[in-house]
Nanobody, 114 residues
């Protein structure tokens, strides 16, 4: 089983930046893909970005060119650098990890507002 703990959320003005971090523990040797989903009030959870163990990435169209996902396999960490933030990026951001199942973190709130 994999445990995930996110950090780095907060309040930022439009156009600003935040960096989210996710620390994995437990049976991390089995983890393949890691990444981030987000859920805004009244909306379904949506994929933001994912990264494989080898470093292949995929992004939601809405964040391409603004967000960058990265991963440190030695430290069992995944990161999401978010630039040029918009109010519509406001959501709870969840880290996930795929082994034979999907594990989730507890979520971190990102609020983009002036």
């Amino acid at each position: 089983q994999v445990q995930l703990v996110e950090s780095g959320g907060g309040l930022v003005q439009p156009g600003g930046s935040l960096r989210l971090s996710c620390a994995a523990s437990g049976t991390v040797f089995r983890v393949n893909t890691m990444g981030w989903y987000r859920q805004a009030p009244g909306n379904e959870r949506e994929l933001v970005a994912g990264i494989s163990r080898s470093g292949s990435t995929n992004y939601a169209d809405s964040v391409k060119g603004r967000f960058t996902i990265s991963r440190d396999n030695a430290k069992n960490m995944v990161y999401l650098q978010m630039n040029s933030l918009k109010p519509e990026d406001t959501a709870v951001y969840y880290c996930y990890a795929v082994t034979g199942r999907v594990s989730w973190g507890q979520g971190t709130q990102v609020t983009v507002s002036s």
